[in-house]
Protein backbone atom coordinates (compact mmCIF):
# COMPACT_ATOMS: atom_id res chain seq x y z
CA UNK A 1 0.00 0.00 0.00
CA UNK A 2 0.63 3.71 -1.19
CA UNK A 3 -0.63 6.90 -0.73
CA UNK A 4 -1.89 8.33 -3.61
CA UNK A 5 -0.27 10.84 -4.72
CA UNK A 6 3.39 8.59 -4.60
CA UNK A 7 1.66 6.23 -6.52
CA UNK A 8 0.79 9.13 -9.36
CA UNK A 9 4.59 9.73 -8.83
CA UNK A 10 6.36 6.38 -9.26
CA UNK A 11 3.39 6.33 -12.42
CA UNK A 12 5.21 9.79 -13.96
CA UNK A 13 2.33 11.73 -14.08
CA UNK A 14 3.95 14.33 -11.86
CA UNK A 15 5.59 14.98 -8.40
CA UNK A 16 4.15 14.54 -5.36
CA UNK A 17 3.37 18.15 -4.93
CA UNK A 18 2.07 18.56 -8.15
CA UNK A 19 0.26 15.27 -7.90
CA UNK A 20 -1.32 16.42 -5.02
CA UNK A 21 -3.23 19.72 -7.18
CA UNK A 22 -4.29 17.24 -9.23
CA UNK A 23 -6.02 15.23 -6.26
CA UNK A 24 -7.44 18.34 -4.82
CA UNK A 25 -8.75 19.62 -8.12
CA UNK A 26 -10.64 16.97 -8.24
CA UNK A 27 -9.35 15.42 -11.23
CA UNK A 28 -8.29 11.32 -9.77
CA UNK A 29 -10.01 8.74 -9.43
CA UNK A 30 -9.76 5.57 -7.52
CA UNK A 31 -11.86 2.51 -8.29
CA UNK A 32 -14.90 4.96 -10.16
CA UNK A 33 -14.87 7.41 -6.92
CA UNK A 34 -13.42 10.64 -7.24
CA UNK A 35 -10.42 11.53 -4.48
CA UNK A 36 -10.27 15.33 -3.49
CA UNK A 37 -8.13 14.46 -0.07
CA UNK A 38 -4.96 13.69 0.96
CA UNK A 39 -3.63 10.46 2.82
CA UNK A 40 -5.67 7.84 0.85
CA UNK A 41 -3.88 4.98 0.38
CA UNK A 42 -3.67 2.04 -2.95
CA UNK A 43 -2.14 -0.45 -3.95
CA UNK A 44 -1.29 -1.66 -7.46
CA UNK A 45 -4.20 -3.22 -9.29
CA UNK A 46 -6.60 -0.49 -8.66
CA UNK A 47 -8.29 1.55 -11.56
CA UNK A 48 -6.48 4.86 -10.74
CA UNK A 49 -7.36 7.60 -13.36
CA UNK A 50 -6.24 11.29 -13.98
CA UNK A 51 -8.57 13.16 -16.02
CA UNK A 52 -10.00 9.58 -16.97
CA UNK A 53 -7.28 8.13 -18.20
CA UNK A 54 -5.86 4.97 -16.88
CA UNK A 55 -2.29 5.52 -14.96
CA UNK A 56 0.17 2.34 -14.29
CA UNK A 57 3.42 2.44 -12.56
CA UNK A 58 6.08 2.70 -15.44
CA UNK A 59 8.22 -0.39 -15.60
CA UNK A 60 11.51 1.87 -16.13
CA UNK A 61 12.61 5.24 -14.75
CA UNK A 62 13.73 7.47 -17.43
CA UNK A 63 15.97 11.01 -17.50
CA UNK A 64 16.42 13.07 -20.20
CA UNK A 65 18.26 16.59 -20.71
CA UNK A 66 16.36 18.60 -23.30
CA UNK A 67 17.66 22.34 -24.52
CA UNK A 68 14.74 24.06 -24.75
CA UNK A 69 14.44 26.69 -27.28
CA UNK A 70 12.46 29.97 -26.90
CA UNK A 71 8.94 29.73 -28.37
CA UNK A 72 7.80 26.25 -25.97
CA UNK A 73 6.25 26.12 -23.03
CA UNK A 74 6.85 23.69 -20.24
CA UNK A 75 3.39 22.24 -20.03
CA UNK A 76 1.77 19.39 -20.86
CA UNK A 77 -0.54 21.21 -23.17
CA UNK A 78 -1.13 24.80 -23.65
CA UNK A 79 -4.58 26.87 -23.73
CA UNK A 80 -2.98 29.34 -26.39
CA UNK A 81 -2.06 26.39 -28.61
CA UNK A 82 1.73 27.77 -28.75
CA UNK A 83 4.32 24.26 -29.21
CA UNK A 84 4.81 22.49 -25.71
CA UNK A 85 8.31 20.76 -24.90
CA UNK A 86 6.21 17.40 -24.55
CA UNK A 87 5.69 18.09 -28.16
CA UNK A 88 8.94 16.75 -28.88
CA UNK A 89 8.22 13.11 -27.19
CA UNK A 90 4.70 12.29 -28.01
CA UNK A 91 6.33 9.29 -29.32
CA UNK A 92 8.86 8.38 -26.34
CA UNK A 93 7.77 5.28 -25.41
CA UNK A 94 7.40 6.27 -21.56
CA UNK A 95 5.25 9.54 -20.43
CA UNK A 96 7.82 11.96 -19.26
CA UNK A 97 6.98 15.00 -17.32
CA UNK A 98 9.43 18.28 -16.89
CA UNK A 99 11.40 19.05 -13.55
CA UNK A 100 10.63 22.42 -13.16
CA UNK A 101 9.74 25.23 -15.62
CA UNK A 102 11.79 27.57 -18.20
CA UNK A 103 9.61 30.19 -19.41
CA UNK A 104 8.47 30.37 -22.98
CA UNK A 105 11.05 33.05 -24.41
CA UNK A 106 14.00 31.28 -22.20
CA UNK A 107 16.03 28.53 -23.66
CA UNK A 108 18.32 25.74 -22.22
CA UNK A 109 18.65 22.70 -19.58
CA UNK A 110 15.58 20.83 -19.04
CA UNK A 111 15.47 17.87 -17.34
CA UNK A 112 12.65 15.68 -18.51
CA UNK A 113 11.82 12.26 -16.10
CA UNK A 114 9.23 9.95 -14.60
CA UNK A 115 10.84 9.69 -11.00
CA UNK A 116 9.03 11.78 -8.99
CA UNK A 117 11.41 11.24 -6.12
CA UNK A 118 13.67 12.75 -8.04
CA UNK A 119 11.40 15.62 -8.99
CA UNK A 120 10.60 16.63 -5.27
CA UNK A 121 14.25 16.52 -4.46
CA UNK A 122 15.14 18.65 -7.15
CA UNK A 123 12.32 21.24 -6.71
CA UNK A 124 12.32 21.28 -3.23
CA UNK A 125 13.34 24.72 -1.45
CA UNK A 126 15.23 22.82 1.70
CA UNK A 127 17.68 21.23 -1.34
CA UNK A 128 18.73 24.24 -2.34
CA UNK A 129 19.53 23.45 -5.53
CA UNK A 130 21.89 25.79 -7.67
CA UNK A 131 20.77 27.03 -11.53
CA UNK A 132 23.10 28.55 -13.68
CA UNK A 133 21.45 31.10 -16.07
CA UNK A 134 23.63 32.61 -19.18
CA UNK A 135 21.97 36.10 -19.41
CA UNK A 136 22.62 38.96 -21.94
CA UNK A 137 21.45 41.72 -20.32
CA UNK A 138 20.78 45.14 -21.95
CA UNK A 139 23.66 48.23 -21.74
CA UNK A 140 26.64 47.53 -19.69
CA UNK A 141 26.07 46.20 -15.97
CA UNK A 142 28.54 47.51 -13.34
CA UNK A 143 30.59 45.55 -10.31
CA UNK A 144 28.14 47.54 -8.54
CA UNK A 145 24.89 46.49 -10.17
CA UNK A 146 26.47 42.96 -10.25
CA UNK A 147 26.91 42.90 -6.30
CA UNK A 148 23.37 44.43 -5.77
CA UNK A 149 22.46 41.62 -7.40
CA UNK A 150 24.04 38.70 -5.00
CA UNK A 151 22.80 40.28 -1.99
CA UNK A 152 19.68 40.42 -3.27
CA UNK A 153 16.60 42.40 -4.52
CA UNK A 154 13.21 43.09 -4.02
CA UNK A 155 11.04 41.07 -6.12
CA UNK A 156 7.33 40.73 -6.01
CA UNK A 157 7.73 41.77 -2.89
CA UNK A 158 10.30 39.85 -1.12
CA UNK A 159 13.87 40.05 -1.25
CA UNK A 160 15.70 37.57 -3.42
CA UNK A 161 18.43 34.95 -1.91
CA UNK A 162 21.58 35.77 -2.41
CA UNK A 163 23.05 34.87 -5.80
CA UNK A 164 26.59 34.36 -7.93
CA UNK A 165 27.28 37.09 -10.34
CA UNK A 166 29.94 37.13 -12.63
CA UNK A 167 30.40 39.48 -15.89
CA UNK A 168 31.95 37.68 -18.56
CA UNK A 169 31.80 40.72 -21.25
CA UNK A 170 30.57 44.30 -21.38
CA UNK A 171 30.22 45.45 -24.74
CA UNK A 172 28.73 48.78 -23.52
CA UNK A 173 25.53 48.05 -25.63
CA UNK A 174 24.87 44.78 -23.71
CA UNK A 175 26.62 42.58 -21.07
CA UNK A 176 26.97 38.54 -20.79
CA UNK A 177 27.11 37.53 -16.99
CA UNK A 178 26.01 34.24 -15.39
CA UNK A 179 23.78 34.25 -12.92
CA UNK A 180 23.39 31.63 -10.28
CA UNK A 181 20.35 31.09 -8.23
CA UNK A 182 18.69 28.45 -6.18
CA UNK A 183 15.23 29.90 -6.00
CA UNK A 184 12.70 29.02 -8.45
CA UNK A 185 10.28 32.36 -8.61
CA UNK A 186 8.54 32.97 -11.91
CA UNK A 187 10.72 34.83 -14.16
CA UNK A 188 13.02 35.51 -10.94
CA UNK A 189 16.30 36.22 -13.31
CA UNK A 190 14.94 38.48 -15.50
CA UNK A 191 12.85 40.55 -13.04
CA UNK A 192 16.25 40.62 -10.58
CA UNK A 193 17.91 42.09 -13.20
CA UNK A 194 14.78 44.42 -14.33
CA UNK A 195 15.60 45.53 -10.54
CA UNK A 196 18.79 47.21 -11.38
CA UNK A 197 17.97 49.09 -14.12
CA UNK A 198 18.68 46.58 -17.56
CA UNK A 199 16.36 43.98 -19.39
CA UNK A 200 17.27 40.48 -20.24
CA UNK A 201 17.84 40.11 -24.42
CA UNK A 202 18.93 36.16 -23.71
CA UNK A 203 18.62 34.09 -21.24
CA UNK A 204 19.47 29.85 -21.23
CA UNK A 205 19.93 27.82 -18.46
CA UNK A 206 23.28 26.05 -18.91
CA UNK A 207 23.41 24.04 -15.68
CA UNK A 208 20.72 22.48 -13.23
CA UNK A 209 22.49 21.61 -10.09
CA UNK A 210 25.04 18.91 -11.30
CA UNK A 211 23.57 18.54 -15.10
CA UNK A 212 25.50 20.88 -17.42
CA UNK A 213 23.77 21.74 -20.62
CA UNK A 214 27.41 21.58 -22.42
CA UNK A 215 27.55 21.79 -26.21
CA UNK A 216 23.65 19.77 -26.36
CA UNK A 217 22.64 22.20 -29.62
CA UNK A 218 18.95 23.48 -29.47
CA UNK A 219 15.99 21.48 -29.87
CA UNK A 220 17.77 18.26 -29.46
CA UNK A 221 17.85 15.67 -26.68
CA UNK A 222 19.74 12.66 -24.98
CA UNK A 223 19.16 11.00 -22.23
CA UNK A 224 21.42 11.27 -19.17
CA UNK A 225 24.73 9.34 -18.21
CA UNK A 226 25.47 7.29 -15.59
CA UNK A 227 27.79 9.67 -14.22
CA UNK A 228 25.16 12.08 -14.16
CA UNK A 229 22.86 9.85 -12.14
CA UNK A 230 25.13 9.07 -9.49
CA UNK A 231 25.98 12.60 -9.14
CA UNK A 232 21.93 12.97 -9.19
CA UNK A 233 21.55 10.37 -6.59
CA UNK A 234 23.85 12.15 -4.50
CA UNK A 235 21.37 15.50 -3.87
Do not use: C
Amino acid sequence: MMRLQKYLAISGVASRRSAEKMIAGGRVSVDGQVITEMGVQVEIGQDIRVDGRPITPEPEKKYIMYHKPAGEVTTASDPEGRPTVLDRFRDYPFRLYPVGRLDYDSEGLLLLTNDGDLTERMLHPSMEVEKTYLARVSNELTPQEARRLEAGVMVDGRKTARAKVKILAAKGLYTDVLITIHEGRNRQVRKMVEQVGHQVVMLRRIRFGPLKLGDLPRGMWRELTQEELRELSRL
